[in-house]
């Protein structure tokens, strides 16, 4: 199957954001292992099936924006690195 952005060139304002959507990511993931080092408090009993979901798509959709911002081009398939 194929992926529905297909390669596609992006224009500079989805790619503006796609930029911001990185440097959100950098400083959630920092402030939350900055959290998790200070408290010492994390276990995987907490994880429910939203929060899973969200551990999945999480780095996947940051790889498929980071490819976006950083060529310009949309992903000619699904997994972004490719």
Same mark, same amino acid.
């Given at each position: 199957?194929?992926?529905?952005?297909?390669?596609?060139?992006? !224009? =500079?304002?989805? &790619?503006? $954001?796609?930029?911001?959507?990185?440097?959100?990511?950098? #400083?959630?993931?920092?402030?939350?292992?900055?959290?998790?080092?200070?408290?010492?408090?994390?276990?995987?009993? !907490? =994880?429910?099936? &939203?929060? $899973?979901?969200?551990?999945?798509?999480?780095?996947?959709? #940051?790889?498929?924006?980071?490819?976006?911002?950083?060529?310009?081009?949309?992903?000619?398939?699904?997994?972004?690195?490719?």
């Amino acid at each position: 199957m194929e992926a529905p952005w297909n390669g596609e060139k992006v !224009n =500079l304002f989805v &790619r503006v $954001l796609a930029i911001v959507f990185i440097i959100c990511g950098i #400083f959630a993931f920092g402030s939350l292992a900055y959290a998790l080092f200070k408290t010492g408090e994390f276990s995987f009993s !907490n =994880l429910d099936f &939203r929060m $899973l979901i969200g551990t999945i798509s999480g780095p996947y959709c #940051f790889l498929l924006f980071l490819k976006v911002a950083v060529t310009g081009y949309a992903p000619k398939s699904w997994i972004p690195w490719r």
